[in-house]
């Protein structure tokens, strides 16, 4: 998926394994469905790691190279984003790509019971419009938000969403519609996205920083994000920019957090606006003067 359409040869060399391993690998995913082999013409290779270096293979030359890749049209998603007033979602292929238009319904009521029936309408609304396009059926859904998600399961922190109490919105959402469901913070969400589809491909490591309704980051190390106990609480949004500024949602009196409005020039962008392919967020500047401020 990473690095596809790929080699048995570059991809052995890749994960540091034999290719005869590699061979009964790929076979039982080709038997399965999930991948298949595609010609590769030279210079039509996927995106390789960063520093990598091929090693040149000297067997069975003059033999057509055959290169490995996702289904695309395999399986299909439903994808969704949370934040403070709407839930937003659309349907994916198995290599991410937006297969159905952008559904969107206003949370008047952010109680948990609330927000998972209109996750479920989602799906419902989602899934059909996949399927009336000749798309498989959605097989999981995915849902990103900001807070702190245990175990992809159980949201314990989601400060825009006001819940005092731990939710288990995994097991609540696959109750509902029958579907497996992962709970990811968003802003990791983001980070997956880029490692896995867009410009982040092959690069080693990455940071990505949003500023919208609150200031949001992630990293990411060899490729896979970096994981700490207090990560997606927000901390880095307690850093002390402007000593006269706005109160954050804990409304720390000490700690006041630079908080810019869902009105600011910098918000998060929807799933929906975000492409496919989306370019790495190129943060802001700070402009220093008596104090420092993040416009």
Request: glycine content about 10%; hydrophobic content about 40%; charged content about 20%.
């Amino acid at each position: 998926m990473k690095y596809g359409p790929i080699s048995r040869i570059t991809l052995a060399q890749i994960l540091g394994l034999s290719q005869g391993a590699v061979s009964r690998i790929t076979s039982d995913l080709i038997y399965a469905g999930v991948i298949e082999e595609t010609p590769m013409p030279s210079g039509k290779a996927g995106k390789l790691p960063k520093d990598f270096v091929q090693k040149e293979n000297t067997e069975r030359r003059g033999r057509p190279q055959t290169g490995l890749q996702v289904i695309a049209n395999a399986r299909s998603f439903v994808g969704m984003k949370i934040n403070a007033t709407h839930i937003s979602a659309v349907a994916v292929n198995a290599i991410g790509q937006i297969i159905t238009g952008c559904h969107d319904l206003e949370i008047e009521d952010a109680s948990p019971q609330t927000v998972v029936a209109l996750i479920k309408q989602l799906t419902t609304d989602c899934s059909d419009e996949a399927e009336m396009a000749g798309w498989p059926k959605p097989c999981a859904v995915g849902i990103s938000l900001g807070g702190h998600i245990v175990d992809g399961t159980v949201v314990t922190f989601a400060p825009f969403m006001h819940w005092s109490q731990p939710v288990e919105l995994s097991v609540m959402v696959r109750e509902a519609t029958g579907l497996p469901t992962g709970i990811y913070n968003d802003i990791d969400s983001l980070v997956v996205d880029a490692c896995l589809f867009g410009s982040g491909i092959g690069l080693n490591s990455f940071a990505v920083l949003t500023f919208g309704a609150g200031v949001g980051y992630s990293l990411t190390v060899n490729g896979e994000l970096v994981n700490c106990p207090d990560k997606s609480y927000g901390l880095v949004g307690h850093i002390l920019v402007d000593p006269d500024g706005p109160r954050c949602v804990s409304d720390i009196r000490d700690a006041r957090n630079v908080c810019p409005t869902t009105r600011s020039r910098l918000n998060i962008r929807r799933l929906s606006d975000i492409p496919h392919h989306s370019t790495i967020s190129h943060v802001t500047h700070a402009r220093t003067n008596r104090r420092r401020r993040i416009w």
